[in-house]
């Protein structure tokens, strides 16, 4: 994983305003998601916050869902990208929503730990991409997501938000 080269965030959407991932929430987490040099799976660290403290000492069960769900939707876009031999900044833009959200926690996952998530695509990149995304709290693996992202047309999703 280089991290010298820019997330893959904020290649494909630095306008992006997601709590979790997005490059320009002005309180957001700003997950940032990169390409591990095994050319197979997306890796991303994160130090959870005080503010996200669950039992004493531990982390919060949600932001574990919430990092999974977003760095496994960025895996699944960086694969439709280079499924499609195009690079994260190029047009149109590529994005998918969540289908379906799984975690499955193995482990207490202790806070003031530096968290690694290590996803992959499971499967083939279809309108519907299976991820799977390891959690480790150092050298533990703490949870496992097994996720279904939808590729979208944000217009569209949109329009039909607002229309719901």
């Known amino acids: 994983m280089s991290l010298d080269a820019p997330a893959l965030q904020d290649l494909a959407a630095p306008d ?4 979790g991932c997005g490059s320009a929430h002005p309180h957001g987490l700003h997950i940032k998601s990169h390409w591990h040099e095994d050319g197979v799976h997306v890796v991303s660290t994160h130090l959870p916050g005080a503010d996200f403290h669950g039992w004493p000492g531990l982390v919060y069960g949600g932001l574990i869902a919430m990092l999974v769900d977003c760095h496994s939707n960025w895996t699944a876009m960086a694969c439709h990208y280079r499924a499609e031999h195009r ?6 833009r590529i994005d998918c929503v969540t289908g379906s959200l799984g975690i499955k926690f193995l482990k207490p996952t202790p806070m003031d730990v530096p968290l690694t998530l290590k996803a992959r695509v499971e499967g083939e990149v279809g309108r519907k ?5 390891e959690v ?6 703490t949870a496992l997501g097994d996720s279904v992202f939808v590729r979208v047309d944000t217009a569209q999703l949109a329009a039909a938000a607002r229309n719901a």
Do not use: F, I
């Open 129 to 133: 991409t299976r991820v799977l995304c």
């Open 136 to 141: 480790y709290a150092g050298e533990v693996l």
């Open 16 to 19: 992006g305003v997601c709590y």
């Open 87 to 92: 690079a994260p900044d190029s047009k149109p």
